[in-house]
Structures are given as structure tokens and as C-alpha cells.
């Protein structure tokens, strides 16, 4: 038969009315049910011969058969998906797909009679089905269910059973309790019956997971009434629930105490027939417990629902009890259901521990909750066995429920309890030995270092917080010293993606954690850990300086055996550089002495490591340099402290030599690798250059445009471009401008006059590498990375830096103005150059003076208005985008400045906005541009509002100085407003009415977008 033909049977029996006038044309088919609230016979009529309906069933059969056959091609596919479609949208569909379930052994065909009657119960139960055809429905399928489903014997599989769970659920959704009121009753009854125990908590659990989020197919007011009704019922569901997970923990505990389970994992169905179902009644009642407890309001009470009747708590502290003895059944029962079952009550107390809002009657059970995760470590700790042993699942959900507790609910703790707690931890964390357990396990720390460090009433029973630090700082000290000696900190797990600042992409991936957990345990307490930290820092100070005696006699290997020595030096020197961020606040003058003293070593050994630039293996010992010079960066602030405060306030002459002396040492160190960089590796010249420019940055002393060092540096820098790499030659040219440009800390001759000289010298040889366009597009990027580098640094700075600075740049900004219309269609270089002009109407704005930018403005307005050149650029570059977003930011800057010297520029750049960039980001699904262009339109409606008000058509001369021409329409405008007639007006006025319009209609359609940050405009 076709398909054609079997569409035309099935639209037939679809159409065919369902009556009992006639008898023995298709016979009757009953279905009984030994549940009560269930119709004891319901009878299916239909005048369609049985022969008839069997032959619809079998071409229904051999048309989903062939659907899923794989020898199917995709073209017949299509016409039998077509045909069972029109099919299933026949309005008495659902009566045909009964039959075909009942008497269908086909599980194709029964999933889609189910498909079937779902939609028609989603479409059509509320509209055209009659109310003795929505009895005959609802009871038809659960007694389907019971009969065919439900019992041991049955071999339908489980994924028919649910759907059809699903399906009756649906039901209820629209009919209970009105005209379905046994819909809960039939589901406590089946929780009470051993036969059908599973297909009552599958139904509990789907009734959760449809009705906790309901979709659009019932209305708003029925959903919120759906949701009281449904926590109304709550307690009574967690008492099935209690009720049944009891009864398995007393049978466990049974089993336990009459059978001894060796250390391997016994197969659960030795123990008795029924075991395989007996663990999934267990693990479907926790699953559905879980998926309740993710919603259920805690208190009884839905907010902002004024129907709620009186509230009372639906989990009970016997419930919780129950959940805390299941959740340690692993560790005397060693079955893989045992590990499942633990896992899973773990896994319902951490959705408890999960909720952000805790009502006052919840408080007991909480508490209880919380006090047992101590007993939870002290029963894992209790063997030392038990932590290898436990699956990796479970170790997960343990380290869940602390890491839960340590940051939501450590303060429900008290003093001893949070002590233990701590305690137990400690031994916990370093047992693991699987390496993602262990990171897991430094997160429980962190979170509650995090919460001792925020400096809140940490325990509402502790007498003090001081009190409570000493307690616990046994177990905390004992954690940085298990870090700081275990080789568990080199090891990292290959899903590891923990961010890493940039100064720490060279370490192992996963000691970053480590060494984040130390700087938090250093910050609650610094002496302490300073006192551990300069422990082991002298051993590790010692083994660098032995070090010297291993190298060959070309100084280009070092015979190291054993690598980890060195991976551990690493580590310390990394740590050393962290902290440097401790010596903040008192603790800078309380641990002077401690701080000198690990300054003045780390420089010594940064001045000893010359001895191993040239070496080329191991490559530990490259590390080793990087990692010293990213130390002493970061101790480059403590040192401008030092200056600052002790050498310049009360030093003796002593201490000044010496300081003066340690930064001869530092620089000798960093021209030392400049002058050999040919040998060296170019990650240990990036790292001197950068630690360099730090350095001149933060320590402003006359001492350094003293050297002669940096003097011939400012000197010859230039010859340097060829050897270095362009961000390395950008960091030392950064050094040089920081020397020149930046004030002096505390001095009254800050030689002026002679850094202008040697900076103007300086930046003309830079200007004539911008104007020499032969050099290429690479160096002109380059030059233009220089400026707005200055730039930057001048932001903060006072006048005179400034004025110094626009003394000179002056003199080749008009050039860099002309270059821009050349290289507009180059967007890498067009970026830059308009990043350069942002930066000084930001930086220079008093110093360049108000002409300087409205001429810039209007330049780059003609450019940008200039026909189809946005179009081209967006359409020929993909980087172009960014070329647009800094001309708007530019705008951006025009729209904000309060001086009325921008006003002019307004229509103009409305203009380009309207008639150039919005008709190409309004058509695209990308979010390019649009933030920026909504930012913009946002700014010129709250600072530029009176534009588009009558008080500014009314000024005939607004705009009679404007050269700007953005299209002939705008400059008649501007021409008639010259000549003051009546038309002028009113074009002017038709202009801003078109404009306010546009902005508006922008807008609206913004809130259209995909893109959320659209909406943060």
C-alpha cells in the first residue's frame, strides 16, 4: 500500500465517529484495574471493523518501522513524516492512538500513539474534547499503565512507562483537582503497593520536574494555582518518601549486620532476587527528593502568591536524619548500589544547602545538616582506608556538601564544631589522591579563608574573633606548610581551567590555586606565615646559590638530577613574589626588618642568576630566572613604599647608600641581558624589560637619570629595534618616557630644563621614524603603541609632565591628522592613530587647547561622512569593526565635554550615526557595534538633550560658522540658516523633528535585540 493510501485509511478512522450503537463491528475492548478511584471497565466502541483497524495498525507499523530503518532515505523519510503528521493533527487522532497502544507490540509505534495523545491533551483537552471523552482518556491510560507498565512481569520498557507517565501528568496539569480529583490519591496508592512503588515515584518526580516550571500551553493564572495546590502536597510527598527511604535504610542496615563484605565491591544481586529493583525504588525516591527539594519553598510558602494557606515546613528533621544515614552507607557497604545510594542523599542535602533563602523554621534542620558535615569527615577519617577507596562520584558530592557549608553556612557553626571542622579537613584534602579531588578541596579552603578574611562576625556563639583565629590557626598554619612541602602542588588534572594572571602563565597549571590559598592564609595571619614562608625561602636561597657548582665549562648546562628541586625553588620564588602583596597597610613598619631581608636576598640571587642566562638545559632553570624577575616586580611597589617612607623621611646615610646600591645592582642586572641579548633567551629579555619599566614607573628617583646606564639607554634605544622584539623594544621605550616625563618623589630640583631637552632629542628621532612611511606599516603601529603608551602614563600626572609632553608632540600631530585619510582604509593603523587622538583629547585637552580639537573633530567628521566609507570598511575588513567603535568613542568624548565648543559638531555626527553606521548594524545579528552606538545615542540624550528642543531651532546662527558638509540636503540647511528666511527654519526644524524620531525608533528596536548587553545602553 502507499503512503498516500495508508494517509487516506488513517484519516478515515480518524474521522470515524466513536459510538455503541452497532455491535460486532469492532467489538469490545476492555481494560480492568484493581485500583480504586479507576472505572472497572471501560468499553471502546467504533463502527470501524476490527479486520480494518488491524490493518491500520500494520501499515502504521511497516510506515514507522520503515522511518527508522537505516537503509531509509532521507526523500521517503520526509513523505512518511509528512503523512503521520497530517495524521496526528486529525481531531479524533488520540482515539485511533489508544487502540494502536493497546494492541501494538511495535515500541515505534507505541511512542508515537503517545506522541499523539500528548499533543491532542495539550491542543484540544481544554477546547474540543468532550468531558465524557476526557474520562474515557485518563482512565484508558492509567489503566494502561497499572496493567501493562506497572507490574514486575511487565517487559515494556522504561521509556514507554515514563512517557506515558508523562502524558498522564499532563492530564493533571489541566484537570486536577477539578475534574480529575484521584490524580494525587492513584499516586500515594501506588507508593503503598511493592508492585507499583516505581511507576509512583517516576510520576512523583515528573510531577516535579513538569509542574515546578510550567511551559506556555496553560495560562498565568493556572500556573500559579497549579503551584499552590502542588505545595500543598509537599509534606504529604515527603512523607511517601520518608516512609520508603526509611524502610530501605532499615533493610540495608539488616544486611548488613547478618553478611561481612570483603574490600572489593560485591555484586548486588547475590544478595537477594529483588535487589536490582529494591536500589532503584532507592535511587528514584533520592532522585525525586532532589529535584523537589531544588524548588520547594522551605517554609511552605510560594512569595508574592496571596492564596498560600498557612505555612508549614515539608521536610521534617526525621527526613534529614534519614539523608545523613544513607549518606555514609558506603562506608561499611561497599556495593556499587551502596556507593550510588550515598551519593545520591548527598546529593538531596546539598540542594538544601544550595538555597539562598532560609526561612526561621528550617533553622533546626539546617543546623543539623551543617553539624554533620563533621561528622561526615570525622566518619571518612575514622579509616584511613576509606578515602582511596571511595568512587570518585561520591568523593565529588563530600566535597560539595563542605564546600557548601564553608561558604554559605559556616557561621551556623560553633566555636568546637568549627574547629573539628577545620581539623578534619586538613587530613581530608592531602589523602586524596585523585588530583581534581584535591583542587576541589583547596576550593573548600579558599571560600573559607575568604570568610574569616571578609572580617564579619564569623560565629554568632564565639566570645571574639581573635579568640576564634587562635583556635583554628593550628589547623590553618598546618594547611600552608602541607602546601608548601607536599609535591601534590606540581600536579595538575587535565580538565584543569583555572585563570591565571599573566604574570603566572609559565607556572603548572594548578599551582596558582596552591599559592592563592597561601596568600589568603597569609593576609588572616601575616606573621605566622611570613615566619613559614622565610623558612623555607633560606632553603631555597641556599640550594639556588649551590647551584653554581653544577654548571660545565661553557656555562650552557646544569647537571641536575632531580628536577623537582628545582620545580620546588620555582614554586618558593613564585611565592615570594605573592607576599610581597601581604606587606600592606601596618604590617609594612611591623615587618620592616622581614621585608628588607627577603628584598636584599632576592636581589642578590637576581644578580647571581647572570651566571645561568646561557644555560640551555635543564629548562627549569630559564623558568627559574622568569619566575625571580616576576618576584622582584612585584616587590618593586614594596620597594617604592621603602623609599618613599624610610629613605626619604628618616634614613641614615648608611641605609641610602645601600638603597642606592641595590638599585646600581638591579639596573647592571637588567643592561647585563639588554647588552647579551643575542645569546640570550627572548622570554628573559621580555622579563627584564618588563620588570624595567616598572621599575621607573613606581620608584620616581633622580638616582636613576643618573646612571650612565640609563643614560646611554635614553641614547641609544634606537639602535636597539633590530635585536628585540617589538614588545620588549615598546616596554623599554616605556622606561625611557617614565625617566623623562614623570615627577620625582619628594625633590625640590626636579631638573626640568634638562629632561625637556633630552626629551624633545629623544622624541624627535621617534617622529622621524613615523614620517618615514618606507619603514613599513609594523613600525608605524609601533611608533603610534609609543604615544598612546605616554599617553596613558600622563593621565594621572600633573601639568607640567603634560605641558612637556605636548611641547613636543605638537610638532607632528598635524602630520599624524593628514596620514589618517591615507591609511583609513587600513584599519589595524587607522585603530591606532585614532586611539592616539582619543588619548590626548582625554590627557591634553588643557594643554592642546580648544581649537586643536575641534579641528581634529571636524577632520575626522569629513572623513568618516565621505560616501560609503563606513559600508566599504565593514564590508572589505573583518577588524573593521573596531576602526568604528573608536571614531564613536571619540564622539563619545565630543558628546560629553560641557564646553560649547562641540555643540556645532552635533547634527553632523547625528548625521553619520543615522545616514551611515545604524542602516548596517540594524540588519545584522551580530552585536559589533551596536553597544557602542547605543552608548553614544545614550549620552547625547542626557547631556545634548536641549538640541532637540525649540530653543535651539530658534537660534538662526547655530550653526553659520560649520564648514562641515555631511550631504547636500544638510548643507542647504546650513545655507538658508545663513540667509535667515522663513524656509530655513522650518528645514532646520523638519531635521531635528527626523532626528529625535530616528533616535527614538532606534531605541524600541534596541530592546529586539538577542544581545543583553544591548540592553545595559
Known amino acids: 500500500m502507499s503512503g498516500r493510501e495508508a494517509l487516506a485509511v488513517l484519516k478515515s478512522l480518524s474521522d470515524a465517529p466513536f459510538t455503541s450503537e452497532k455491535k460486532g463491528t469492532f467489538g469490545e475492548i476492555y481494560v480492568t484495574s484493581d485500583l480504586p478511584h479507576v472505572s472497572s471497565i471501560i468499553a471502546v466502541r467504533s463502527p470501524v471493523k476490527m479486520s480494518t483497524m488491524d490493518d491500520s495498525r500494520r501499515i502504521l507499523e511497516a510506515c514507522v518501522s520503515e522511518f527508522f530503518a537505516p537503509t531509509t532515505s532521507n526523500d521517503r523519510k520526509r513523505q512518511i513524516e509528512v503523512m503521520l503528521d ?403 602542588k606540581f600536579s595538575s588534572c587535565e580538565e584543569d581551567c583555572y585563570n591565571q594572571d599573566d604574570d603566572e602563565e609559565s607556572l603548572v597549571p594548578g599551582i596558582g590555586r596552591n599559592i592563592d590559598v597561601l596568600v589568603k592564609i597569609g593576609e588572616l595571619f601575616p606573621t605566622e606565615s611570613l615566619q613559614s614562608v622565610i623558612n623555607t625561602w633560606a632553603d631555597s636561597y641556599r640550594f639556588y646559590l649551590g647551584l653554581q657548582v653544577r654548571l660545565n665549562e661553557s656555562k650552557t648546562i646544569l647537571q641536575v638530577e632531580n628536577t623537582n628541586e628545582l620545580e620546588h625553588f620555582n614554586f618558593v620564588v613564585h611565592l615570594i613574589g605573592r607576599v610581597a602583596n601581604i606587606f600592606y597597610g601596618d604590617v609594612f613598619r611591623n615587618e620592616l626588618t622581614v621585608g628588607k631581608s627577603i628584598f636584599h636576598q632576592l636581589v642578590a640571587l637576581v644578580f647571581f642568576s647572570r651566571h645561568y642566562i646561557f644555560v640551555k638545559s635543564p629548562q627549569q632553570i630559564s623558568q627559574s630566572i622568569l619566575e625571580l624577575m616576576s618576584a622582584l616586580k612585584s616587590w618593586t611597589y614594596w620597594l617604592s613604599r621603602y623609599h618613599i617612607e624610610v629613605i626619604l623621611a628618616d634614613a641614615t646615610v648608611a641605609e641610602q647608600q645601600s638603597f642606592l646600591e641595590i638599585l646600581n645592582h638591579i639596573c647592571d642586572n637588567v643592561f647585563y641581558v639588554l647588552e647579551n641579548r643575542e645569546s640570550v633567551d627572548k622570554d628573559i629579555v621580555s622579563v627584564h624589560a618588563n620588570f624595567f619599566s616598572t621599575l621607573t614607573t613606581a620608584v620616581r628617583t633622580e638616582y636613576l637619570f643618573q646612571l650612565p646606564s640609563v643614560q646611554a639607554l635614553i641614547e641609544n634605544i634606537y639602535n636597539l629595534r633590530g635585536s628585540l622584539d617589538a614588545e620588549t623594544y615598546r616596554l623599554l621605550h616605556k622606561s625611557v618616557s617614565a625617566i623623562l616625563l614623570l615627577p620625582w618623589h619628594n625633590v625640590q630640583d626636579q631638573r626640568w630644563q634638562d629632561r625637556s631637552q633630552m626629551y624633545t632629542s629623544y622624541m624627535k628621532k621617534l617622529s622621524l621614524d613615523l614620517v618615514m612611511e618606507t619603514r613599513g606599516a609594523a613600525n608605524l603601529i609601533l611608533g603610534l603603541n609609543i604615544l598612546n603608551d605616554q599617553l596613558y602614563m600622563l593621565s594621572s600626572e600633573g601639568g607640567i609632565s603634560k605641558k612637556m609632553c605636548w611641547e613636543v608632540m605638537k610638532e607632528f600631530v598635524p602630520y599624524l591628522q593628514d596620514l589618517s585619510l591615507g591609511y583609513l582604509r587600513l584599519p589595524n593603523i587607522c585603530q591606532e592613530l585614532l586611539t592616539f587622538f582619543i588619548r590626548i583629547m582625554e590627557v591634553l585637552q588643557q594643554q592642546a587647547g580648544a581649537s586643536f580639537f575641534e579641528q581634529a573633530i571636524r577632520n575626522f567628521l569629513n572623513y568618516f561622512s565621505a560616501e560609503n566609507i563606513i559600508d566599504d570598511l565593514l564590508k572589505e575588513h573583518e577588524n573593521a569593526t573596531y576602526v568604528v567603535e573608536r571614531f564613536l568613542e571619540m564622539l563619545q568624548y565630543m558628546i560629553k565635554d560641557p564646553s560649547a565648543s562641540f555643540k556645532k559638531f552635533l547634527p553632523d555626527a547625528l548625521s553619520i550615526c543615522y545616514d551611515h553606521i545604524y542602516p548596517i548594524i540594524s540588519t545584522r545579528s551580530s552585536p559589533d557595534l551596536k553597544v557602542s552606538f547605543f552608548s553614544l545615542i545614550r549620552d547625547v540624550v542626557i547631556y545634548r538633550w536641549s538640541f532637540f528642543f525649540p530653543g535651539f531651532v530658534l537660534r538662526p546662527n547655530a550653526h553659520a560658522n560649520s564648514k562641515i558638509s555631511s550631504g547636500s540636503q544638510h548643507q542647504h540647511s546650513h545655507d538658508s540658516h545663513r540667509s535667515q528666511n522663513g524656509p530655513a527654519f522650518n528645514n532646520e526644524k523638519e531635521i531635528t523633528i527626523v532626528r529625535i524620531n530616528q533616535i527614538l525608533q532606534s531605541i524600541g528596536q534596541s530592546f529586539l535585540q538577542s544581545d543583553l548587553e544591548v540592553f545595559r545602553f
Open 86 to 488: 497530517s495524521f496526528s493533527k486529525q481531531v479524533g487522532a488520540w482515539k485511533q492512538a489508544l487502540y494502536f497502544l493497546s494492541t501494538s507490540s511495535n515500541q515505534y509505534v507505541v511512542m508515537f500513539c503517545l506522541g499523539v495523545i500528548e499533543n491532542s491533551i495539550k491542543y484540544r483537552w481544554l477546547t474540543s474534547m468532550s468531558h465524557p471523552e476526557q474520562n474515557e482518556l485518563k482512565a484508558t491510560l492509567h489503566s494502561f499503565l497499572i496493567n501493562d507498565t506497572a507490574l514486575s512481569t511487565s517487559k515494556i520498557p522504561n521509556f514507554v512507562r515514563n512517557k506515558i507517565i508523562k502524558v498522564i501528568t499532563d492530564v493533571g496539569k489541566f484537570a486536577w483537582p477539578y475534574s480529575y480529583p484521584d490524580f494525587f490519591d492513584n499516586v500515594y496508592h501506588m507508593l503503598e503497593n511493592n508492585e507499583t512503588v516505581i511507576v509512583g515515584l517516576v510520576f512523583l518526580k515528573t510531577i516535579s520536574e513538569e509542574w515546578s516550571v510550567i511551559k506556555e500551553e496553560v495560562n498565568t493564572d493556572r500556573k500559579n494555582e497549579l503551584k499552590i495546590l502542588l505545595v500543598d502536597q509537599v509534606k504529604t510527598i515527603f512523607q511517601s518518601l520518608h516512609r520508603i527511604l526509611l524502610s530501605a535504610l532499615k533493610q540495608r542496615s539488616a544486611e548488613n549486620s547478618s553478611q561481612t563484605y570483603g574490600a572489593g565491591v560485591e555484586n548486588d544481586e547475590n544478595r537477594h532476587p529483588g535487589a536490582c529493583q529494591f536500589n532503584e525504588v532507592i535511587d528514584l525516591a533520592l532522585e525525586t527528593a532532589a529535584h523537589y527539594c531544588s524548588w520547594i519553598p522551605l517554609d511552605g510558602i510560594i512569595p508574592n502568591l496571596s492564596h498560600a494557606k498557612q505555612k508549614c515546613a515539608p521536610l521534617s528533621i526525621d527526613f534529614i536524619q534519614v539523608l545523613c544515614q544513607l549518606s555514609i552507607l558506603n562506608l561499611t557497604d561497599r556495593t556499587h548500589s551502596a556507593n550510588q545510594v550515598s551519593s545520591l542523599a548527598l546529593g538531596v542535602l546539598n540542594e538544601l544547602l544550595y538555597r539562598r533563602f532560609i526561612p526561621k523554621d528550617f533553622d533546626d534542620q539546617l543546623n543539623f545538616m551543617v553539624r554533620f558535615s563533621v561528622e561526615l569527615l570525622n566518619q571518612l577519617l575514622s579509616n584511613g582506608k576509606n578515602i582511596p577507596g571511595l568512587c570518585k562520584q561520591y568523593s565529588e558530592k563530600v566535597v560539595q556538601f563542605s564546600c557548601l557549608v564553608a561558604r554559605s553556612h559556616f557561621h551556623r557553626l560553633d566555636e568546637a564544631t568549627a574547629k573539628a571542622f577545620m581539623a578534619n579537613l586538613l587530613p581530608f584534602t592531602f589523602k586524596q589522591e585523585d588530583v581534581s579531588i584535591y583542587y576541589d578541596c583547596l576550593e573548600i579552603w579558599s571560600s573559607l579563608l575568604d570568610h574569616l578574611n571578609a572580617q564579619i562576625p564569623i560565629l554568632s556563639l564565639s566570645p571574639s574573633r581573635e579568640g576564634f583565629l587562635n583556635q583554628i590557626k593550628h589547623p590553618v598554619m598546618g594547611l600552608a606548610n602541607e602546601i608548601i612541602y607536599s609535591n601534590r
